[in-house]
């Protein structure tokens, strides 16, 4: 018994060094122990704040609709790979452009001459059949990029 007590009080007195070189029970141990120190300082915590997103529009940019004008249309564009159509005007609030691609890649872009900014009127790496309607008065021409196919396309200004 002396002997037992002796030893743990030796072990006790020992540096952790040198007891984790010594012995594979304590290296066990201490790596559970820091390994639940960690679990509880983890877990313990304040929870991350949830946040929940709703999407409002913007419609300060689009003026209101009327349902007192009709379509009529101004230009009908047609042809194959990429092309650009002649400068179209639009005196309307708003204008629709209907188009129809049979290609293997259907892409095209509406652009204002005044401000140059792409609208993307389509954009389907098959055929598409659809149409867009667009907001504001102006001239606008179309910009299209068709991959190994042929689309038209008939513009509507309301008025």
Do not use: H
Not at 9 to 30: D, F
Not at 65 to 92: A, C, D, H, M, W
Not at 99 to 109: L, N, S, T
Request: contains cysteine.
């Amino acid at each position: 018994m002396n002997d037992s007590t002796e030893s743990e009080k030796s072990a006790l007195q020992k540096p952790i060094s040198e007891l984790w070189k010594t012995s594979p029970v304590t290296r066990v141990t201490t790596v559970v122990v820091v390994l639940i120190l960690i679990l509880i300082v983890w877990g313990s915590g304040t929870p991350a704040p949830t946040y929940q997103y709703q999407y409002v529009p913007d419609t300060s940019s689009q003026p209101a609709v009327s349902t007192t004008g009709t379509y009529q249309e101004v230009l009908t564009f047609s042809g194959n790979g990429p092309k650009r159509s002649e400068p179209f005007t639009i005196i309307g609030s708003r204008f629709k452009i209907t188009y129809d691609c049979k290609a293997m890649y259907c892409g095209a872009f509406v652009f204002n001459t005044s401000d140059q900014m792409p609208r993307a009127l389509m954009n389907s790496p098959e055929a598409v059949s659809d149409e867009t309607v667009f907001y504001g008065s102006g001239q606008y021409y179309i910009d299209t990029n068709i991959v190994n196919g042929s689309y038209t396309m008939t513009v509507y200004d309301y008025k």
